[in-house]
């Protein structure tokens, strides 16, 4: 190693120190408090039972953050001071393993080293030719692999999969329409388009159909059986009756895990009817496709190999760091028809920084973007699929448990299958308020985080159980929990 770049030493040209670098003065005082917080991460996550669930941020702690522009500087260990006392304490609570109101990944220490060497390589992942492009390339393989998909398909990090969904609802309507409709939208479109989800769907499909300009009221919502399914002959009838209308179908979104349930739509089965209607077959795998990735739980999902695409969340139970949303698309000239961009500072070469055919930024639309991928590959290069898949199993098993032990009980009842990780459950004779009640309570107890959700018009309990810290010792812990609260309760209205 050269002096001139040894540890502690700038290089003499734009050292740091001077009055335009923005790095640090002293490098080793600089290493010495990074390793300090790192150190307080580590800890926090090696510790976080110790913790309240979630708390509410004090007064203190809000006003702390309405103070004006700060136009001088301060010292870095103050500023981390801050961090310590004002937001650690703070946070959405997702690290822990009774945290289960909603479908967060609890993330791992691989993870967050990963969005250490992420953000020093502060790499832009919309093109040019570096690794950065390569990770993400071997991610889009990797998880083309699990899912069935052919050699070729083309993938693509986002935010989440609300915005997955909505990209593959964008080359849907390109596949339909052409690639004119970039250009001249959908005023020349002599059919209205539709879609079809199941009531059961995600509000971001609607979403995307506002977004995409052709409107929420082309959503067809299909009706679902008993456990929350998509019901095949519904779907077959609501297309028959649109395109006798003079409509124009163009796709059908399949859930593999509903936001409320858990259940899991006739993959294979609406796979066929896209495949009979020329349909676009897009799947929302946002709770359930890692899944996938364990051997117990692999037949589930049978029929999704055959979608044109698919979008899923590596931070939910993949257990990346937020943010790790992914879609995978199996026509990848269809992918990057519907965004690449013909603009004079994203010409390619066949060398230099400029090489490459393809960057992301043609596969969506997003030109800045992180080195997500880099989360992503660490945490599965390091855990492996097994690791990651026994995981994903043991938190259903966890839901399986957690419901016989609701059962057993006189109070509480079951209010929906438990297909995966998710539980629904009521209280007997209990009003919408007392439920509502209950689960603010318990969130503001800091002993437990679960939130609510309306099955068949009755306000339920939902445990949605992601974490891979959770334990069947913590399931029994947070039924005593609720065992103490009902008889806190009945004791209040007996005194």
């Known amino acids: 190693m050269s002096p001139a770049v040894k540890r502690g030493h700038a290089p003499a040209s734009g050292a740091a ?11 080793e005082q600089f290493r010495e408090i990074a390793h300090g917080i790192l150190d307080d991460m580590i800890d926090h996550i090696e510790t976080i039972r110790q913790r309240p669930v979630w708390q509410r941020p004090t007064d203190e702690v809000r006003e702390r953050f309405t103070r004006p522009l700060p136009n001088d500087p301060r010292d870095l260990s103050d500023v981390l001071n801050d961090v310590r006392t004002h937001i650690m304490p703070f946070a959405t609570g997702n690290l822990h393993p009774l945290f289960m109101g909603w479908v967060h990944g609890a993330g791992t220490p691989i993870g967050m080293v990963a969005e250490i060497v992420a ?3 502060n790499m832009n992942c919309g093109g040019r030719d570096h ?18 998909y052919p050699d070729g398909a083309s993938g693509l990090f986002l935010t989440g999969s609300s915005m997955a969904n909505f990209v593959a609802l964008t080359i849907a309507r390109t596949a339909a329409l052409g690639q004119s409709v970039r250009e001249t939208g959908l005023r020349n479109c002599e059919r209205e388009l539709v879609a079809y989800a199941s009531a059961e769907a995600h509000s971001c499909i609607a979403q995307a159909m506002q977004l995409s300009g052709i409107g929420s009221a082309n959503l ?37 895990g509903t936001v409320n349930t858990g259940a899991i739509d006739p993959l294979a089965e609406i796979a066929e009817i896209a495949f009979q209607q020329n349909l676009w077959f897009h799947v929302d795998g946002a709770i359930g496709a890692l899944a996938m990735l364990s051997d117990s739980m692999r037949g589930l999902f049978k029929g999704i190999e055959k ?4 979008a899923l969340d590596f931070h939910k139970w993949g257990q990346v760091p937020y943010d790790a949303g992914f879609l995978l698309v199996r026509d990848g000239d269809a992918h990057k028809r519907a965004f690449a961009q013909p603009a004079a500072y994203l010409q390619r070469a066949d060398r230099g920084l400029a090489a490459g055919e393809t960057w992301p930024c043609d596969l969506g639309p997003d030109l800045s973007r992180g080195f997500r991928a880099l989360k992503t590959w660490m945490t599965i290069e390091a855990l492996g699929t097994d690791r990651i898949g026994n995981s994903i199993a043991h938190t259903c098993m966890l839901a399986r448990h957690l419901a016989e032990r609701l059962e057993c009980h006189s109070a509480f009842e079951v209010k929906a299958p438990v297909a995966l990780n998710i539980v629904c459950f009521g209280i007997r004779g209990a009003t919408f308020e007392f439920v509502r009640n209950l689960v603010l309570d318990l969130q503001e107890s800091g002993l437990a985080a679960p939130s609510w959700t309306t099955l068949d018009g009755e306000l339920v309990v939902r445990c949605a159980i992601v974490n891979h810290r959770t334990t069947v010792a913590d399931i029994d812990r947070f039924v005593d929990t609720l065992d103490r609260y009902l008889a806190d309760k009945a004791t209040e209205r007996g005194a």
Do not use: H, Y
């Open 17 to 27: 120190g001077t009055s335009a670098s923005l790095d640090p003065a002293n490098w």
């Open 119 to 121: 953000s020093g390589l």
């Open 131 to 148: 690794a950065g492009l390569a990770v993400e390339q071997q991610i889009v393989r990797w998880i083309g692999e699990a899912l069935g």
């Open 220 to 256: 067809r919502t299909i009706a679902v059986d008993g456990a929350g399914r998509m019901a095949p002959d519904a779907l077959r009838a609501t297309i028959a009756e649109d395109r006798a209308k003079g409509f124009l179908p163009f796709l059908v979104v399949g859930t593999a």
């Open 307 to 310: 979608s044109a695409s698919v």
